[in-house]
Structures are given as structure tokens and as C-alpha cells.
């Protein structure tokens, strides 16, 4: 009796039927979702402890092996040097060609519905499809060699080279994006507060002034979340890498997603896989972090 | 005036420029398609001096797109439906329905949108291969069956949805499930057109999940035996990229129509692949 008085409280700040319709509603989400997105997480952490190729119904713990292993692996520091040289390009120029497209559409011009179709086109298109078309124009015979060679330069062969190949998918991954960061500028730009501008017109201020001392520091919120996608996506990138170069010429542009491919898909080897892929996740959160850290306009955006 | 006018001519000048830059590999796609393969390996001018447009059937010979084509159909009708069910379904709770453990369940799944793909597909993998789902359909959709963003994204705008309005159903005697079919989902039609496109683009365009879980031609999707043509015919400039250019058509005209809902889906939630 004492039992059911204790619950009785609880009971009844739940409506039966709501909660009844809630778990019908609910049910079929989580199903999926539980069993191939959140228990996978939890699994991997046991996964990345463990020699494990995958089929074998038993999994021999190693304890933290794999990861000590990644130290002593120079494949695995080659590729976090190329992730990390590949996710600083893309952020400084996802952020400079995204806001440079977003200030010129943010003027009432006409087109700019046009524009921003044009702009947004690469996005839209699979990745498969883009580096495919990049691949070719990059080609020894292919476009870009051809423009180069109009004007008297003869043009190297970019994806054989470590740091062309690397700065070519750089290129790429930016002209994919371009149209998201153009879009995410234009928006944050459209809601600033257009008296501030007025005033410091009125005040003499010219374009380039009030770029540097009132537009660029308004948008630091916009740049945060710019930055950090950028840094999200290129951390995990790897379906430009897998076409245009296979993470060629020699490791050149082996992400780290590529180097988790090969070893799990490839070579068979599970555990060193998740143990790649939980590196990954740790540069993620740590970026996020530090940068949320470091920029107090990125704190007052998530409020 | 004339200043102001003089501004606008310099800012269309870097945006053509800027556009010709975004558009010149579609270009390049499109007449590549269409030359014979000789005039591929000694091009210089951008357009084709005769026109091939064999090459789409020759390359449909080459590789089974047909079957590719296909799968790809299936597959991102199969997961577009479920977002549109399965996410529609779980947002309606979370937006409306008081239960316990609300907040908490919310919150675990934001928190598994920010966890990288990475982590979960290997252990993902396993599962698939476990109920002997690889090369098959249902390794293909059921397990993007639901997506989390989803059903953040209908929850906001079902939230958005004056209670008033449900409450006079219910005094008209319409039951919870009632109130939900008939008020809110008409309601909502926008914000499932938004889900809707950026679901068949996820799912058209996706490329590692087919990638691990497909072996045969079968159910290989168009982006799997596009990558996998790269690899075969590799020096058929023409028919790869008359190939490429029929994978790219779906994504193209689905944007063309649905431009405005696409972009105000990005502008309002910031989402990005």
C-alpha cells in the first residue's frame, strides 16, 4: 500500500493515453536508431579493445594495444598530418570565398537568385560526380593543362604529386561547399542590424572600415559555426579522397578516413579501425571545444 | 547613383567570374559526354566538333547503369519514406506528448548527431553482416531508416503549431492519433517537402554505407558503379562522364524545383553534408 502511494504522485503527472501514444510513436525511431547508430557507439569502444577481423565470432581483448599501436604507426601520424594540413586549407578558404560570395549577394542586385542557384549547384551533386569531373579536368591532358597551356605554361601532373594532390582536393572540397558557406554568410549578414552601418556611413566610415570593424566582428558567430563544420567535414571526409585520388600519390592524401577504410575494410582489421575512427572523434570534440573556448562570440551564439 | 551603379557593374564582374569557376567542370562534364573518345585525349576547344550522342547507350552497355539506376530509385524511396514516417512519428512525441524520461531520450540523441559517422558504421557493419543483410536491399535502407536531424527538424516546426488548434479537435471528438493525421501533418506539408529533398539528396549521393554493404551489381547504387566504372574504364573520359552526368540529372532537377525550400532549409538549420 505504502508502495503505491509513493508512485501514485508520479503516475499521475503522465496522462496514460499520452504516454501510451508516445512509446507507438516513438518506438519505430528508436528501434532503428538504437540498433544502428547508439548501441553501434557503444560498441565501438569495445571493438577498438579487441583483434578483431570482423567475422570471427570471437573477439581476443587487447586492451589498449591498438591505440599504442597508432603511436609507433607512421602511417597513422602521416595521415593526421594530412588531415590536419587538409582541414586548414578548407577552413580559411571556406570562410574566405563564402564570405566574399555572401557580401557581393547581399547587395540588391539583380540575378541574385541565379547567382545563388549557380553557387549551390556543386552541392547538390554526389561527391562521386564531382571528383570524377575534377579528376579528368585535372588529368595530365585534361582542362586545367589545357588553360595553362594557352598562356606558355606547361602544367604538371597534379594528382601525382604529395602536396598538388593534397592542395587539389583542398580545391575541390571548398568549390563543393562553397554554396552552404555562401548561404550561411548571406543569412547572417540579412540579420545584422542595418543601423549600426547607417551610423558609421554617416560617420565617414568607408567599406573597407566597416568590413574590418563591424561586419567581420558581427559575424563571428557565423564564423564559428562556419570553422567548425568545416573542420567537421574535412575530418571526416572521404568520398572526394576515395575518387579523385585513393588517398594517393604515396599516402599523399590519405585522410584519416581513408587510412580507416583500408584498415578495416581492407586489411581486415576491426579494432585498429574503430581505434582510427575514435581518433577522429576526439579531434572533432576537441575542436569544437577549443574553439568554443577560445571565442567567446561562439558562446553567446549557442545561448 | 552613378558610383552605386559602378559598384554593382565590379560586383557582377567577380560574380560571373565566380560562377564560370562553379560551373565550367558541369560544362565540361556535359561536352566530354558527348565527344568521341579520340577528340578526349586532344581536346582543347570546350565544345565537342561532333556531337556523340551514342555514348549515353554506348557507356548504359558498358556497366549495368540501368540496374544501378535502379537500385539507387529504391533505395532512397525506401529512406525517404521512412524519414518521413519514422521521423515524423517520434518528433509528434517529443513535440507535443508529455512522457517520462522526455528530455533525457532528447538529448541522448542530439548528443549521438555529433558523434562522427566513423565511429559507429564499423560496429554498424558488423550488425548488417550479422542478419545476413549485406548485398541485399534491406542493408541498404533499414538502417537509415531514421535520421536524428529529422526529427529535429519537424519537431521544431510541429512545436511551432498553435496548440489551440489541436485542442478544438479534441473538443470535436477527434482522438490524439486523429488530431495528428489530420491537423498536424496538413500543416506541416512544407517542413516534409524540406525533410523530403534533403533526405533523396543524403540518400541519392551517399556513398561509403552502399559502399561497405553492396558487392554484386545487384543492388549496387549508381554512385557505387559510377566509382567502380572510374576504376574500369577508367580511360573512356566520354562514357565515364556520359555516366556521371546521367547520376548527377536527379540531384540537378530535384534542386532546380525545390531551390527555395532547399535553401531555406539550410538557412534555418544550418545543415550542411
Known sequence: MTEHRMFAPRRE????????????????????????????????????????NGFDPVKEFIGFDNYARLFSDPEFWNSLLVTCVYAVGVCLLSVATGLTIAL???????????YRGIYFLPAVTSS???????????????????VLALVGIEGPDWLQDRWLALGALTALTVWKNLGF????????????????????????????HRLRHLTIPLLAPMTFFVVVQALITSFQAFDLVYVLTGGGPQGGTEVLGMLMYREAFRLGDFGYGTAIAFVTLALVLGVSLVNWRASGAGRSSLR | ????????????LVLIAGSAVVVVPFLWMF??????????????SILPTSWHWENFAQAWEAAPFGQYYLNSIVMSAGIVTGHLVLDALAAYAFARLRFPFRNTLFVVLLAALMIPTFVTIIPAYAIV????????????????????????????FFASIPVELEDAARIDGCSRVGTFFRVIVPLSRPAFATLA???????????????????????????????????RYGTSWNYLMAGTLTATIPSIVVFLFFQRALVRGIATTGLKD
Open chain 2, 129 to 156: 553482416a550479422d542478419l545476413g543483410w549485406i548485398d541485399t536491399y534491406w542493408g541498404l535502407i533499414v538502417p537509415r531508416l531514421a535520421d536524428v536531424f529529422g526529427i529535429i527538424l519537424l519537431r521544431q
Open chain 2, 197 to 231: 529533398i534533403f533526405s533523396f539528396l543524403f540518400a541519392w549521393n551517399d556513398f561509403l554505407w552502399p559502399l561497405l554493404v553492396t558487392n554484386t551489381d545487384e543492388v549496387r547504387t549508381i554512385q557505387i558503379g559510377l566509382a567502380s566504372f572510374v576504376g
Open chain 1, 104 to 114: 557581393l549577394l547581399d547587395a540588391p542586385l539583380r540575378g541574385r537568385g541565379f
Open chain 2, 31 to 44: 561536352t566530354t559526354a558527348l565527344q568521341s573518345r579520340a577528340e578526349t585525349y586532344t581536346n582543347t
Open chain 1, 128 to 146: 562521386v560526380a564531382a571528383a570524377i569531373v575534377w579528376k579528368y579536368m585535372l588529368d595530365p591532358a585534361g582542362f586545367v593543362n589545357g
Open chain 2, 1 to 12: 547613383m552613378r558610383r552605386s551603379t559602378r559598384l554593382n557593374l565590379v560586383r557582377h
Open chain 1, 13 to 52: 503527472r503522465y496522462e496514460r493515453e499520452q504516454v501510451i501514444t508516445a512509446v507507438v510513436f516513438l518506438l519505430p525511431a528508436l528501434v532503428v536508431l538504437g540498433v544502428f547508430v547508439i548501441y553501434p557507439i557503444v560498441a565501438a569502444g569495445q571493438i577498438s579493445l579487441t583483434s578483431w
Open chain 1, 181 to 208: 558557406n555562401a548561404i550561411l554568410y548571406l543569412t547572417a549578414l540579412q540579420a545584422l542590424p542595418q543601423g549600426v552601418f547607417e551610423a558609421a556611413q554617416l560617420d565617414g566610415a568607408g567599406f573597407w
